[in-house]
Antibody, heavy 121, light 106 residues
Framework: EVQLLESGGGLVQPGGSLRLSCAASGFTFSSYAMSWVRQAPGKGLEWVSA????????YYADSVKGRLTISRDNSKNTLYLQMNSLRAEDTAVYYC??????????????WGQGTMVTVSS | DIQMTQSPSTLSASVGDRVTITCRASQSINSWLAWYQQKPGKAPKLLIY???SLESGVPSRFSGSGSGTEFTLTISSLQPDDFATYYCQQYNSFFTFGPGTKVDIK
């Protein structure tokens, strides 16, 4: 079964840091670009960041550029999101998502269950 | 950046109704458009990709159409399990989601 399992969320003070993980199973992880998508409480979906299958290329939404860093360890089938200089507006459920096909940008057919990040003093 | 809009933002309907949701892109995205269903506390679920392709396991009452800048999601006969929020997403250039359409009980 194809599965994504996020972890690492929690309560952090403004300006603090957090690292999210997403453990993948059931597919050839290194063949797929992967993304992080977030959803603030009661709000819509916002794409945050993506990384190529090799990890050599990374992409970010303007709202997080310079503060969040996506990475992956293909030997561990794990995706990461390092979150620094956190702001109240980063409070959200963070999902990792897998594209339907391995050829590049695509719709997301598999989502994790999400991990909640709360930025508050 | 490509912006996405959806209409209506909320839709009240009854079981058995035919429901249509519209999604518009700020520039042409060809057919690189997906539709998702999301229920409270759950991750989104892919329904339609490439504007009109039905994801495996999704009931055939869901259909998508359109290309360029205007797209529609149609539910031919609304079922109790379909009350949820629906999002469109473009993946022509990075990813952008629409603001969502909540389908609730009339």
């Amino acid at each position: 079964e194809v599965q994504l399992l996020e972890s690492g969320g929690g309560l952090v003070q403004p300006g603090g840091s957090l690292r999210l993980s997403c453990a993948a199973s059931g597919f050839t992880f290194s063949s797929y670009a992967m993304s992080w998508v977030r959803q603030a409480p009661g709000k819509g979906l916002e794409w945050v960041s993506a990384i190529s299958g090799s990890g050599g290329s990374t992409y970010y939404a303007d709202s997080v550029k310079g503060r969040l860093t996506i990475s992956r360890d293909n030997s561990k089938n794990t995706l990461y999101l390092q979150m620094n200089s956190l702001r109240a507006e980063d409070t959200a459920v963070y999902y990792c998502a897998k594209p339907l096909y391995s050829s590049g940008w695509d719709a997301f057919d598999i989502w994790g269950q999400g991990t909640m990040v709360t930025v508050s003093s | 950046d490509i912006q996405m809009t959806q209409s209506p933002s909320t839709l009240s309907a009854s079981v058995g109704d035919r429901v249509t949701i519209t999604c518009r892109a700020s520039q042409s995205i060809n057919s690189w458009l997906a539709w998702y269903q999301q229920k409270p506390g759950k991750a989104p679920k892919l329904l339609i990709y490439k504007a009109s392709s039905l994801e495996s396991g999704v009931p055939s009452r869901f259909s998508g159409s359109g290309s360029g800048t205007e797209f529609t999601l149609t539910i031919s006969s609304l079922q109790p399990d379909d009350f949820a929020t629906y999002y469109c997403q473009q993946y022509n250039s990075f990813f952008t989601f629409g603001p969502g359409t909540k389908v609730d009980i009339k």
